[in-house]
């Protein structure tokens, strides 16, 4: 075809349905462009639905329109050449049918549907594009093409390639989930599985995550406390239902555009009062900086309602002071810290938190269960308290009584030194009294 000489009848069909070499194909969309007569054939030409989508998917990217949203999926200029009706009625059919689009759709809603079904995840879902990515899992943006609405699509991230301990905590995860009903709590839609790929949707947090939050500015104390206040009590709903969460921290907390919590990612989730065959005695499961000590040292029959208060104490903690409680240069040095040591005041390191919030946070993270608080509810509460200026129910701990808790928990240091200090108040001791001894002397000669 000369590139002077308007291309035949057929050659247009030929150029709408993407055959013919790209050399050939792009002088034919070059000369679409110049001639005016030539684009209004194009209009004329009568198209089957199948057609429509092989012409949008195969013409080669060097075509793509300026306006597409994907243009490297092979999105043509013949978008802007065909004219807007017949170009209307291509969307509608690339799409699946006329109440697919309404007359305010544009050309580029179709071309992102035309990018999303590559991804098409079974009969009702398409994957719009990932979300997040975690240990285990995948979490993508999707839309639900029954309900008309986006979700989060969260599949194993090893696929079909899973085990069966991989699949059963997906499973535990989705089912303990999908028990929980309550506004600061993601909720569970669907459990599936396709092409042996299990997978479960849910609620789709158009937001952040609290670490991104975190990360990105410091956070005021009063919002730290209605943050931590809404986990807990979605938390406490989950433990009044028989399930403990294990893997609380900022990561797993999505804030909304209206500052609503929701938590997320039950995969070590554990129904209260039973023992998880999932979980061996000795195991470490879990994020160590926000883990409590006894589920650190792999105690598992020890983890309980104030395990998950722990955690709570943890995720306070790092909006306090914007880094967690302990920090190592390995998961093995932290493990060994949250076992051992104790965390350094909150205002040692944020001169601006306030003493009641820093009271709060240091009575979560108490190493013994029982001095924490009973329940996350407890927790709460506590943090209404301090938000209404009134007293709190935690109190600070005096000098004498951090002491002595620092000396329980390293009965060995804390021997060296009293058995130091009582040589030192010894020899202070002999020394006074021979010094008392030769003054009575000096003084009866």
């Known amino acids: 075809m000369a590139r002077n000489k308007c291309p035949t009848n057929q050659q247009l069909q030929d150029f709408a349905l993407g055959k013919g070499s790209v050399a050939v194909m792009e002088r034919i969309a070059l000369h679409l462009e110049m001639c005016d007569q030539c684009s209004d054939s194009m209009d004329s030409i009568e198209y089957a639905s199948d057609d429509v989508v092989d012409l949008k998917v195969e013409i080669p990217s060097v075509f793509a329109s ?102 059963r905590r997906f499973e535990v995860e989705a089912e303990a989930a999908a028990q929980l009903k309550h506004p600061n709590i ?71 555009g209206k500052h609503r919590v929701h938590v997320t990612d039950f995969g070590l989730a554990k129904r209260i009062e039973t023992d998880s065959s999932l979980t061996a005695t000795g195991q470490i499961l ?26 709570l104490g943890a995720i306070l903690y790092e909006l306090l002071t914007r880094r967690p409680p302990f920090e190592g240069e390995s998961a093995i040095d932290v493990l060994v810290k949250v076992i051992n040591e104790t965390p350094r005041n909150p205002r040692m390191l944020n001169p601006d938190v306030p003493l009641d919030l820093e009271t709060i946070c240091l009575k979560c993270l108490e190493k013994e269960r029982s001095r924490r608080y009973e329940t996350a509810q407890d927790v709460a509460d ?51 009294y021979l010094l008392a001894d030769a003054n009575q002397a000096r003084d009866e000669a």
């Open 382 to 432: 506590d943090l209404r308290s301090f938000l209404r200026g009134e007293p709190v129910v935690a109190r600070p701990l005096g000098p004498v009584e951090r002491s002595w808790r620092w000396m329980r928990r390293r009965p060995a240091i804390a021997f060296l030194g009293f058995t130091t200090l009582i040589a030192s108040l010894t020899a202070i001791g002999s020394g006074a």
């Open 286 to 311: 879990g994020t160590p900086a926000y883990m409590p000590p006894e589920q650190a040292s792999g105690q598992h029959d020890e983890v309980t309602i104030r395990s998950d208060v722990y955690s």
């Open 186 to 256: 993601v909720s569970i839609y669907e459990i599936g599985e396709h092409d042996g790929q299990h997978y479960f949707t849910m609620e789709l947090i158009d937001g952040r995550s609290l670490s991104a939050l975190i990360q990105e500015k410091a956070v005021s104390p009063s919002l730290t406390a209605k943050y931590v206040r809404q986990i807990a009590r979605g938390i406490h709903y989950a433990h009044r239902r028989g399930i403990l969460h294990r893997d609380l921290k900022p990561s797993n907390v999505l804030i909304d």
């Open 66 to 167: 300026e306006e597409s949203v994907h243009p490297e999926h092979g999105l043509t200029a013949g978008y802007t050449t065909y004219g807007s009706a017949n170009r209307d009625r291509m969307a509608r059919t690339v799409i699946g049918g006329d109440e697919s689009l309404s007359d305010g759709d544009t050309v580029s809603d179709a071309a992102e549907f035309i990018d999303s079904t590559k991804t098409r995840f079974g009969d009702r879902y398409v994957l719009l594009n990932g979300i997040a990515r975690g240990g285990m899992g995948v979490v993508h943006r999707a839309r639900d093409l029954i309900l008309k609405r986006d979700v989060a699509l969260k599949t194993i991230k090893s696929g079909e390639l899973a085990g069966a301990d991989e699949i």
